[in-house]
């Protein structure tokens, strides 16, 4: 890739249902771990951790960036990376490789690595329950970089996640067709 421009954000993927309830791919939950993990490390945390990382009681009723061709950051808020056990970090890092980890090693090695790199600079940022069901929202945040995540329609089984890079996101807005098409009448 060495003289080309490529940009792979924003990334969007979102499951309707996040788990199938019936049929022959019952049970099945292809965006599981964006799920499990944040849960996992939202469950990690000690209740200071907790209480900082919570930005919303309730979580939004979808991401915050929406249908934005281009993202704008929010504040940096949340619980700091900097304020995180190695084991908490670790699972954030663990989240941060399933968003990048689902293209081709040759173009998502080097994003991984900058962003554990510099896993210091993210905040992670809470809105709902923390428990299998209920309905959350997740935000990690640092620098330009922006995962956020969603889980509420449908009973907490309808996922929306993008991941932004605010310097090279490409300018096709797919989630604001997605939108359009699926949640807009």
Request: a negative charge.
């Amino acid at each position: 890739w060495a003289n080309d421009i490529l940009s792979i954000t924003p990334s969007f993927f979102g499951a309707n249902p996040a788990k199938v309830q019936s049929g022959t791919h019952q049970g099945l939950e292809i965006l599981a771990p964006r799920q499990s993990l944040a849960l996992e490390l939202m469950q990690s945390l000690d209740p200071a951790q907790s209480k900082k990382a919570l930005i919303f009681d309730e979580a939004p009723a979808d991401i915050l960036t929406f249908s934005s061709a281009r993202a704008s950051l929010p504040k940096e808020e949340g619980l700091k990376a900097t304020n995180m056990s190695q084991t908490q970090k670790n699972i954030l890092k663990n989240i941060v490789e399933e968003y990048i980890g689902e293209y081709r090693s040759e173009i998502a090695s080097g994003i991984v690595s900058k962003w554990t790199e510099n896993i210091d600079t993210i905040h992670l940022a809470w809105g709902g329950g923390n428990q299998v069901g209920d309905p959350h929202y997740y935000r990690l945040h640092g620098g330009t970089f922006l995962i956020e995540y969603d889980n509420i329609q449908n009973g907490a089984n309808h996922i929306h996640s993008v991941w932004r890079d605010v310097d090279n996101d490409f300018a096709v807005d797919v989630l604001r067709d997605h939108l359009l098409l699926y949640h807009i009448t």
